[in-house]
């Protein structure tokens, strides 16, 4: 069960271990520019720390607006039996429709490289008992700062605006 009140208790998670796995959704970001796509990758881990699927954003490369690195790195994963104890790490903060994915499926905590580009919906996982680590990584940042100055009109209609 999730205690009273997640925002006021210490994460377990070590900082080195979240960087650690960080890395690997950093890794899907870039594949994912190199592919022209948008610089956006993720990774699930499971409750005992097992690389379960790994992907990152292939709206470009799929003409899939709805295959965002969250939920390629989900269906990468095939089925779980729970998903209690699994970890989301994502370069960037989750939009609407991967923070539904994550409350759909009971994923319990969020690791999230950046929210300075875009704010999604962590507070929202957050206010219901899913664990929030927020990286304010550098690389991430500078990653989707680049990439949003080089293509403004592609990041707009990534985001749905
Ligand atoms: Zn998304």
Avoid at 73 to 99: E, I, K
Avoid at 113 to 127: N, P, R, S, V, Y
């Amino acid at each position: 069960m999730q205690p009273m009140d997640p925002l006021d208790t210490p994460d377990p998670l070590d900082r080195t271990q979240a960087r650690a796995w960080l890395a690997t959704a950093v890794a899907e970001a870039r594949a994912g520019l190199a592919e022209g796509g948008i610089p956006i990758g993720a990774a699930l881990y499971g409750a005992d720390g097992a690389l379960l699927g790994r992907g990152h954003n292939r709206r470009v490369q799929d003409d899939d607006p709805s295959m965002h690195a969250e939920t390629a790195a989900f269906r990468a994963a095939g089925r779980q039996r729970t998903y209690r104890g699994t970890t989301m790490v994502t370069t960037l903060s989750p939009c609407w429709y991967c923070s539904g994915l994550v409350r759909q499926f009971g994923i319990s905590r969020v690791v999230i490289g950046e929210a300075a580009t875009f704010h999604g919906g962590h507070d929202w996982l957050a206010e219901h008992g899913v664990r929030i680590v927020l990286l304010d990584d550098e690389e991430c940042t500078a990653l989707m700062r680049d990439f949003i100055n080089d293509n403004p009109a592609l990041w707009n209609e990534d985001i749905g605006e």
